[in-house]
């Protein structure tokens, strides 16, 4: 996995709650059997006025001159809302952002951002508005995350974020997260030993 | 103090707590389709690695595949790569397969209930977000995304915080023309689409008692339309006799001592929820959507609602937004609004008693003559066979109906089962998304049967006329 320790870049604003993964990766494009190759399709919806991409929409802020580049992006609440798709990390990730920052995430997109090194920060309401009336002061501004400190700065602005101890650590050092529980393989295996019959029948092909 | 539900699955499946780390919970199951599974795969084997239990693993193809007929060349050509690579996979890592033509191929949260795959007390994972729906069966299941997928192969293992919980009393019983759907659809507009985030639910209450597995399976398949990851049922007779005799449940002996184990898995009376709705489920209405989310509903005699009927600004704008694209205006009824599409399927409702239902009310009817295309997908080969065998086929394609093959279709649209833009859908799937059923498409999420209403009168409209 991607380490993430700091990080400064252009944040780019999306003021829009429930940003859900259909919007994030439109389903056309979850028809592919490697990682790679999603970020050109991130927003597709919202990015392009015509379906094979050639016709970027000027009025979507991704395509705008003064984000180019953007590696931030910041937006309302439950961002990643709806399907289990890791694309829509991956999307991101593919694009060239490293952060999203959000009051609040749906669940499981949340854990996928950590599990690919796409960090899913949450600040308070008023912080993230805090950001957006920054951000629309300046256009193209750049913020600096630091994952060691746990800070977002913004100028003279500095806000605190937290992030579980545990999720932190993977990302700071960019652990993979099998190596570490096949670790335990013995105690899984004495886990398994005591299952319960009619729980332990497998299925044979 | 007593437990809850889940507290009670989720402490016997943690193995290990390693300082500083959360809990490492054991996987009972893994339910394996062909669209994010690939990378997971191609991870193990690039790091050399096995899957520890093949077994506890099962696959099939629903995604993306073509549901007019039952072959690789009727998929398009990205679809037909990843269901080769799907058969590929279980092939070389030893997992059962079920491919076109079985009875057990078919949507994913269809196939593991009705091969008894699925069991009450077990901890069970898929890569679709839709796996909440085998909670159904007092199993802690909840979606993730394909790296976890990937965990799952490699070690049987998850790394899982513990939920906070919330317990859905549903009081009373649904009328006649009201179904799990309408409930589930009356719980997410209370809730919005983010009340349940960080929590397992828990329904309970007379409403869910009275309901079949079916209907409880609609019930907890949509729990993560409004955040939470896992949606669940206490086991009980109606589980059990559901899963007697099951090809994969437990056997005679084995079977019984399982169900006294089962019988243990609820809530104390003592346990403590950190949060609690109650909802009268006997003054319920069918159930509409008007948005783009699933929160976005109404009871069907409802009017459109303003902006300012929300009070929180971020409501307001979304409603505004939503009724732009669903071409709805504010203050007109919702019954009338012309349908174009209807589709009857999905993992929501893609089950046997939904389509005995939607067939009570089409018997005897023909579509409405604006209505373009009425599609109905049932949920498995299984489902198809027993439709069939029972004669609803018949209805349905009398109606006008096309009669498909299982797979997931117009719910999400990755097939060619799609809506052209502005095309109005009368949907029993589960999202209502943007373009969710095709590029500006308009999808009204409900029940079945009045899914079928719809298609009838071609417009949104009360099923309880035809009841």
Redesign the interface.
């Known amino acids: 996995m991607q380490k993430f320790t700091e990080h400064t870049g252009i944040v780019v604003p999306l003021d829009s ?2 940003i ?1 993964t ?2 994030i990766i ?3 494009f ?6 790679n190759g999603f970020g050109k399709h991130l927003f597709h ?1 919202w990015r392009y006025l015509d ?1 094979e991409e050639t016709k970027p929409n000027p009025d979507f802020n991704l395509n705008k001159k003064v984000f180019a580049g953007a590696s931030i992006l910041l937006a ?3 961002f990643g ?6 694309h829509a ?1 991956w999307a991101l990730m593919g694009y060239g952002i490293r952060a999203v920052i959000a009051p ?1 995430f ?3 997109f949340y ?2 951002a950590l ?2 090194g796409l960090l899913p920060l949450k600040l308070t309401k008023e912080e993230v508005d805090k950001l957006f009336v920054e951000v629309n002061k300046e256009p193209g501004v750049s913020i600096t995350i630091s994952l060691v400190n746990c800070t977002v700065k913004l100028r003279d602005l500095t806000f605190n974020f937290t992030l ?4 932190r ?1 993977c990302l700071l050092e960019g652990l993979d ?2 190596s570490l ?2 670790e ?1 393989e013995d ?2 295996a004495r ?2 030993k005591n ?5 332990a ?5 | 103090m007593g437990k809850t539900l889940y507290d009670k699955i989720y402490d016997s499946h943690v ?2 707590t ?1 300082e ?3 809990p ?1 919970l ?1 996987i ?1 199951r893994q339910l394996v389709h062909e ?2 599974s ?2 997971a795969f ?1 991870g193990i084997e690039a ?1 050399g ?1 096995r899957l ?7 696959a099939t193809i629903d ?2 595949i073509s549901t007019r007929e039952q072959t690789l060349e009727a998929c ?1 050509p ?2 037909r ?2 269901i080769n ?1 799907l058969l590929a996979n ?2 070389k890592f ?4 079920f491919g076109f033509g079985d009875d057990n191929q078919g949507v994913v949260h269809i196939i593991g209930p009705q091969t008894g ?1 699925t ?1 009450p ?2 901890t069970l994972v898929c ?3 839709h ?1 909440a729906t085998h909670g159904a069966f007092g199993a802690l299941a ?7 997928v ?2 799952v192969m ?4 998850l ?1 899982q ?1 513990r939920l906070k919980t919330m317990k859905i009393e549903c009081t009373g019983r649904l009328q006649q023309g009201v179904y799990a759907k309408d409930l589930i659809l009356a719980i997410i507009s209370k809730l919005t ?2 009340g349940g ?2 929590y397992a639910v828990e329904f309970c209450g007379e409403a869910v008692r009275a309901l079949s597995m079916e209907g409880r399976m609609t019930l907890s398949n949509m729990a ?1 339309e409004f ?1 939470a ?1 896992a949606g669940m049922i206490a086991p009980d007779e109606t589980t059990f006799a559901y899963l007697k005799g099951k090809m ?1 449940a ?1 056997k005679g002996e ?2 019984e ?2 169900c006294e ?1 089962w019988k243990t898995l609820k809530s104390d009376e003592d346990a403590h929820f950190d949060a609690t709705v109650t909802i009268d489920a006997s003054t319920l209405e069918p159930y509409v959507t008007w948005g783009t ?1 699933p929160g976005q509903g109404a009871p069907i005699s409802a009017l459109v609602p303003f902006p300012h009927d929300f009070a929180d600004v ?1 409501e307001q ?2 409603c505004q937004k939503a009724l732009e694209y669903i071409a709805l205006r504010s203050g007109d009824p919702l019954i009338g609004t012309p349908v174009d599409y209807v589709f009857i399927g999905s993992c929501t409702n893609g089950r046997i008693e939904d389509f005995r239902e939607a067939a009570k009310v089409l018997k005897g009817h023909k579509i409405a003559p604006n209505i373009q295309l009425a599609l109905a997908v049932p949920g498995s080969g299984l489902v198809k066979r027993i439709a069939e065998e029972e004669g609803l086929d018949k209805i349905f394609k009398d109606a006008g109906f096309e009669w498909r093959n299982p797979g997931c279709s117009m719910c ?3 097939n060619d089962d799609k809506a052209p833009p502005k095309v109005r859908v009368a949907s029993t799937s589960n ?1 209502n ?4 059923q095709g ?1 500006d498409s308009r999808t009204h999420l409900m029940s079945p049967a009045t899914a079928a209403a719809c298609a009838i009168k071609g417009c949104l409209c009360d099923v309880r006329e035809f009841l």
């Open positions: 709650a429930n859900d259909d919007q439109p389903k056309q979850l028809l592919a059997v490697d990682r919806d379906e309302r609440d439950n809302n709806g399907s289990s798709r890791e990390p609040s749906a669940d499981i854990n996928n599990g690919n579980d101890e545990f999720r650590h997260a099998i529980t096949l335990h105690e899984i886990f398994e299952m319960e019959s009619w729980k029948h497998g299925v044979t092909p | 193995i290990f390693q500083g780390e959360l490492t054991y009972d669209v994010t690939p990378q191609s790091a690695r520890h239990r093949p077994d506890l693993h099962l995604h993306d398009s990205m679809a790569e990843q690579a279980t092939k030893g997992v059962k397969f795959f069991l007390g077990t890569g679709d977000s796996t909840f979606g993730i995304g394909t790296s976890e990937e965990h490699a070690t049987q293992t790394k915080g689409t983010a985030t960080g993560i955040g990851k994969y437990p084995e079977f001592e399982a184990y989310n971020t704008k979304s999400l649209a990755m999202r998304f943007v373009g969710r590029k």
